[in-house]
C-alpha cells in the first residue's frame, strides 16, 4: 500500500498509541504523540528525526482523543517546545476545568500530565496548518470528544481508536461516557463509512485498506455489545489488564491490590456479579492462557512485544 507523500506513520506498540505525522508545503502537523513514557518520547523524537524535523518546529499537536497511550506525551512535548495543541471541544473545556473525568483517569487509573488545550475543535474545522486540508469529524463513544481527521482529496481517514483493521476501539460499559455507548459508537462509525475512505490509519495496528469491511466487522461488533454489554467490559478489562503489566512489574501477590480498583474490572463486577477478585483471577487466567501474559518467577509479565518504560 503507497500512502500519499504527506503523510508518515510511526506503527508502535502498547502502551502507546500509533503516532502520525502530517507534513506538507507549510510545515508539519502531529496526530497524537504515546504514552509519555521515556521510551515512547525517545521513539517519537527518533520518528521525527528520520525525517528531518525537530519536535518544535512542529506547527501543532492534535489528539483524537485524551486516553494516555495517545496523550501522555503531551505535556512535556507543550512545556519543552511550545507546540500548541488542539482537541475536540468538550473535552477541552473538561481539561480546561480540571474536570475528574478528563482523561478517564478515575476510571481507567491511568494519570496524564495535564496539558492546555490551545485549540478546540468542532465537527467540520479544518486543520490547514501543514498546508494538507484535515477535516474534523465528531467520532464520539469511546469518550465524549473522541474525532477523526479526513482528507478528501487523497480519500484518507486517521481514525484514532474508533475503526481498526484487527480489533474495535473497546467500549465503555461502565463510567462516565457508557450511557448510550454502543449507539454513539455505532453512529460514529457509520459517519466513517458515509466518507467512503480508501485508507483508513488507526491509532492502533496496521494501516486499513479495506474500509469496508473493517466498517462492518465494526457495526457488527458495536451491535452485538448493544444488546449485551458483558462482552464489551470484558474486552475492555482484557485490554487495560494487559496495558497494566506493560507500565510496572507486578508481583503475583500485589495483583488484586493493583487491579481490582481498576473501572473495567468493577463493571464487570457489577454486570455479573461477581467478586473483583474473581474477575482479576479470571482476567489472569484468560489472559496467560491467551499468551497475552505470563507468570515468571512470581511476577506477571507481558508476553508479547511491547514499547518498554
Known amino acids: 500500500m503507497v500512502l500519499p507523500e504527506w503523510l508518515s506513520v510511526d506503527r508502535r506498540l502498547a502502551p502507546s ?20 513514557t521515556r521510551a515512547s518520547d525517545a ?27 495517545h496523550v501522555g506525551g503531551a505535556a512535556r512535548l507543550q512545556r519543552e517546545t ?24 478515575a476510571w481507567l487509573g491511568w494519570r496524564v500530565d495535564p496539558y492546555v488545550v490551545d485549540r478546540p475543535l468542532a465537527p467540520g474545522d479544518v486543520i490547514a496548518d501543514a498546508g494538507v486540508a484535515l477535516h474534523v469529524v465528531p467520532t464520539p463513544g469511546q469518550t465524549p470528544g473522541h474525532l477523526a481527521l479526513w482528507e478528501p ?20 460499559a461502565g ?22 475512505a480508501v485508507i483508513a490509519v488507526p491509532g492502533h495496528g496496521p494501516v486499513v485498506d ?22 464489551a467490559a470484558w474486552h475492555a478489562a482484557r485490554r487495560v489488564f494487559v496495558t497494566y503489566m506493560m507500565l510496572s ?18 463493571d464487570i463486577a457489577a454486570l455479573t456479579g461477581m467478586s473483583s ?19 515468571r518467577d512470581g511476577v506477571v509479565v507481558p508476553a508479547m512485544p511491547f514499547e518498554s518504560h
Open 17 to 36: 498509541a500509533n503516532t502520525i505525522l502530517v507534513r506538507g508545503p507549510d510545515g508539519a502537523v502531529l496526530v497524537d504523540c504515546g504514552s509519555g
Open 43 to 69: 521513539r517519537l523524537e527518533a520518528f521525527l528525526a528520520a525525517r528531518g524535523l525537530a519536535a518544535r518546529e512542529l506547527a501543532l499537536l492534535v489528539t483524537t482523543h485524551w486516553h494516555a497511550d
Open 82 to 105: 511550545g507546540v500548541p495543541v488542539a482537541a475536540d471541544r468538550a473535552e477541552a473545556a473538561l481539561i480546561a476545568a480540571q474536570d475528574p473525568r478528563a482523561f478517564d483517569e
Open 153 to 172: 482529496e487523497s480519500r484518507v481517514v486517521l481514525t484514532g481508536d474508533l475503526l481498526q483493521r484487527d480489533d474495535v476501539g473497546w467500549m465503555p
Open 175 to 196: 463510567g462516565p461516557w457508557a450511557p448510550g455507548a454502543a449507539d454513539t459508537l455505532i453512529a460514529s462509525v457509520e459517519r466513517l463509512a458515509a466518507l467512503d
Open 210 to 231: 479495506d474500509v469496508a469491511d473493517a466498517v462492518q466487522r465494526s457495526l457488527a461488533r458495536y451491535r452485538r455489545w448493544r444488546d449485551d454489554a458483558e462482552p
Open 249 to 266: 512489574v507486578t508481583p503475583v501477590t500485589e495483583l488484586h491490590a493493583r487491579m481490582e480498583p481498576v473501572g473495567p474490572v468493577r
Open 277 to 295: 477478585g474473581t474477575v482479576v483471577d479470571r482476567l489472569l487466567a484468560d489472559l496467560t492462557g491467551s499468551g497475552a501474559l505470563a507468570v
